[in-house]
């Protein structure tokens, strides 16, 4: 089993900054990828940045230049840096952690955290 834990959600004023993040554990030989995706009331959930095993990332357009992600493959920890936050940033973020099993992948998910940007 792998559980994956979410924490740094917060409110915060707009232009503001928060650090979110996500450690998995439990039985894990290797994680191939780890990302961030978050969803809004009424909309889908959507990507906001990913980070590979080797530290390549991508990000969303909405969140280049003010987000950063980063990893620590030791601790099977990945971050969220988010800056310069608006409103609009408000969502439930969501950690992703791709765990290998072989040749087999799968996906875990956090129960999410909460960020609010207040204008």
């Known amino acids: 089993q792998v559980q994956v834990v979410e924490s740094g959600g917060g409110l915060v004023q707009a232009g503001g900054s928060l650090r979110l993040s996500c450690a998995a554990s439990?039985?894990?030989?290797?994680?191939?990828?780890m990302a961030w995706y978050r969803q809004a009331p009424g909309k889908q959930r959507e990507l906001v940045a990913a980070?590979?095993?080797?530290?390549?990332?991508n990000y969303a357009d909405s969140v280049k230049g003010r987000f950063t992600i980063s990893r620590d493959n030791a601790k099977n920890t990945v971050y969220l840096q988010m800056s310069s936050l608006k409103p609009e940033d408000t969502a439930v973020y969501y950690c992703?952690?791709?765990?290998?099993?072989?040749?087999?992948?799968?996906?875990?998910w956090g129960q999410g955290t909460q960020v609010t940007v207040s204008s």
């Open positions: 992703d952690v791709v765990v290998e099993f072989g040749l087999r992948l799968k996906d875990y």
């Open positions: 980070i590979t095993s080797r530290g390549s990332t």
């Open positions: 439990g039985s894990i030989f290797a994680i191939n990828a």
